[in-house]
């Protein structure tokens, strides 16, 4: 069911690319072509990496306190830092980033990074 699903989402980001690769006319570029185009895109938009990361965390349908620790997972904190900094328990930071993995359809840090920057990384 894990794999269906995160099949199911890359289909789905990548017929997004494709919609807007045709809005240009670009009907035969690979996904590389896609993802770079988008990246330009966004540079020519003046978008900064944090403000990507910020609006790819935003659509994803994280809960605020969700969001909150994805983002000091993004500065490398620890999960023991994050108790201290958010005053919540290691088991519930763990909780809530078991959560996060399995509605990005991750399995680690790197993979839910990489997933929230899609667009600044390529």
Request: net charge neutral; no cysteine; glycine share 4%.
């Amino acid at each position: 069911m894990f794999i269906r699903r995160s099949i199911r989402e890359s289909r789905e980001e990548y017929e997004q690319l494709l919609k807007l690769a045709s809005a240009d006319g670009n009907d035969s570029l690979s996904k590389l072509d896609l993802i770079e185009q988008m990246i330009q895109q966004l540079e020519a938009n003046g978008i900064s990496p944090a403000q990507r990361f910020e609006i790819n965390l935003s659509t994803v349908g994280l809960t605020s306190r969700e969001k909150e620790i994805v983002r000091l997972v993004r500065f490398g904190k620890a999960y023991r830092d994050i108790t201290n900094e958010l005053y919540i328990s290691e088991r519930t930071v763990s909780k809530h980033i078991q959560n996060v993995y399995e509605k990005l359809g991750v399995s680690n840090r790197v993979e839910l990074l990489n997933r929230l920057q899609i667009w600044e990384n390529g």
